[in-house]
């Protein structure tokens, strides 16, 4: 079976973590991945090359990105209106 991981809500931007905001956009919810900028085999890596993407893709990419990082966790950063609309 395969785990899952479980998402923490944040009210900010997370220096050790991946962090996925929620945005709605055209009445759709759209996540965007944020990390902090750090270097993996003497290569830097950078989270501005992710595009934003529909809510559900952006956690499965994160969950993917996950094991790649130096980070524990996956917070999810979305504003209360934004999670009342949804």
Request: aromatic share 6%; hydrophobic share 45%; charged share 30%.
């Amino acid at each position: 079976m395969e785990n899952l991981a479980s998402f923490r809500r944040v009210d900010t931007f997370s220096d050790d973590a991946i962090t996925v905001r929620v945005q709605r956009v055209e009445g759709r919810l759209i996540g965007v991945i944020d990390f902090p900028s750090f270097q993996r085999d003497g290569k830097l890596i950078e989270a501005s090359a992710i595009k934003p993407r529909p809510i559900v893709d952006a956690l499965a990419a994160a969950e993917r990105i996950l094991p790649h990082t130096p980070f524990p966790e996956i917070v999810i950063l979305a504003r209360p209106d934004v999670c009342e609309a949804a």
